[in-house]
């Protein structure tokens, strides 16, 4: 095979023929983030760099000595780490304030302090600057020169930074209720998706992915829902608390209305008929077997109770997480942007164990199963097919749609130190048809008039 493959270059043109710069130096690497130029399309409204005015997770406590500082970039800002005399993890811009180098690339020559490499100034977890070593100890810039801070906090031993330039708002409104209980176990696991933070968000709800990115997954396949096929309508979702996108409308008796779901025969079935073509998907339907095996231990696992009852801690949840309660433990995705294209993403696993036996058996669980059941096998997948969505072209929307125009709604119209731009339109003209689409199909399927699908 290797030979053959060697023989097929040197017959293409040594040493690739034309596939070697097929998409020229970008190779498979993600096409670089642009934004939309036009003003009356959302996309041209979200900060590429994320919003500010919020708390971020930015890593986890331990390893922070109390010698070495440590850089991190979030929402294209660099800062600095590193633990005050109190062993408390502070955080500062990552800029000498004298002449501007790297402070984490400065030293903890005392405990508590953290001096610039280049002149030695040392600063305090306040940001003062306590001494100037280079100047000796009658230096005038001691009190002077001052850091930029960042306020911090730790819950559950991961570090929370406030990101934003007015005053922080209680931890409590952003940072998940979890890591405020007494028993709260959370567990956490890390990534970086090579693209904008929207991109990573836009397809938590974008339901019908299922059917075609997690065919083969098999968290996807626990339940006849994972993956089944959908209508095209899609699900409708809704903001609540200025904070949060609800993914299905919830009816009046609590139930969730599954009209987002093909259901014309109230069954669920694994494949559908492509007239057009002629063909079926997904082609095959061995995935049944895993399916008819896990789907009695998901019926289980919903007798469990809720983790969250008001609803405002589930769903899409500004500044960037996605929440979903699976009942035996609470999922948090959290898209931290790191620069226009690059984000990182921490995953919370959350349990209620309140012995040390259970929460071994959870880590235990987390590490072997579920990191690997929810990462690898499910989000990957979407991180591979929609990483080169670009933004700064029109798109073309579908019914299917509304859970993405809703969440960039939500960023633009609802965030903290977002105003609503006075021109966007309410329907914008790559909305439209997603509108009419939406309008068409749910008088069909319901017999009644259209409502507006915004
Ligand atoms: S640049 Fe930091 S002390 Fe001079």
């Known amino acids: 095979m290797g030979l053959l493959k060697a023989l097929s270059k040197v017959r293409g043109g040594y040493p690739g023929g034309w596939r070697e710069y097929a998409r020229g130096y970008q190779g498979n690497k993600t096409p ?3 934004q939309s130029s036009d003003p009356k399309d959302r996309r041209s409204l979200i900060p590429p760099t994320g919003l500010r005015e919020y708390w971020y997770p930015a890593l986890p406590a331990k390893d922070i000595s109390s010698k070495k500082p440590a850089g991190l970039r979030m929402l294209g800002e660099d800062l600095t780490f590193f633990r005050d005399k109190n062993g408390d993890v502070q955080a500062l811009w990552d800029y000498c304030p004298h002449r501007g180098v790297y402070l984490s690339w400065g030293d903890c020559f005392w405990k508590g302090y953290l001096s610039c490499p280049y002149h030695g100034a040392t600063f305090d977890g306040d940001g003062e600057c306590v001494e100037f070593i280079t100047e000796g100890p009658d230096s005038k810039m001691v009190g002077q020169l001052k850091a930029k801070k960042f306020p911090t906090v730790t819950l559950k031993g991961l570090v929370f930074v406030w990101m934003g330039e007015g005053e922080p708002v209680p931890p409590e409104e952003d940072i998940p209720p979890e890591f405020f209980q007494e028993h709260g176990q959370v567990l956490t696991a890390w990534r970086y998706w090579d693209c904008n933070w929207m991109v990573a968000l836009e397809n938590a709800y974008d339901s ?4 075609m990115v997690h065919r083969n997954s098999l968290s996807g396949l626990r339940g006849r829902l ?17 904070k949060t ?3 299905l409308r919830v009816t009046g008796t609590g139930k969730e209305d599954t009209r987002a779901y093909y259901n014309k025969t109230q069954k669920q079935p694994l494949q559908m008929h492509y007239p057009r073509i002629n063909a079926k998907w997904p082609k095959y339907t061995w995935r049944r077997l895993w399916i008819w095996a896990t789907e009695p231990m998901d019926r289980k696992m919903l007798k469990l109770p809720l983790f969250e009852t008001n609803g405002e801690w589930i769903g899409q949840r500004l500044p960037g997480m996605v929440r979903n309660d699976y009942r035996d433990h609470m999922y948090t995705r959290w898209v931290i942007p790191v620069e226009s294209g690059l984000s990182r993403l921490v995953y919370f696993h959350s349990a209620r164990h309140k012995t040390a036996f259970g929460r071994f058996y959870e880590a235990a669980k987390f590490h072997l199963f579920h990191n690997f059941i929810h990462h690898f096998n499910f989000s990957d997948q979407d991180y591979d097919a929609q990483r080169s969505a670009r933004y700064q072209y029109p798109e073309y929307l ?3 749609d509304l859970a993405v125009v809703q969440l960039r709604k939500l960023v633009t119209e609802h965030a903290r130190g977002m105003t609503k731009s006075a021109d966007m339109p309410e329907v914008t003209a790559s909305e439209e048809s997603m509108v009419e689409a939406y309008q068409e199909l749910e008088a069909q399927s319901t017999g009644t008039t259209p409502t507006s699908a915004g």
């Open 32 to 34: 670089p983030f642009q």
């Open 208 to 211: 019908h992915v299922g059917f």
């Open 226 to 242: 994972g993956v089944a096929p959908r209508s095209p309508i899609g699900s409708r979702p809704r903001v609540i608390g200025n």
């Open 245 to 247: 996108i609800v993914p």
């Open 398 to 400: 579908s019914a299917t």
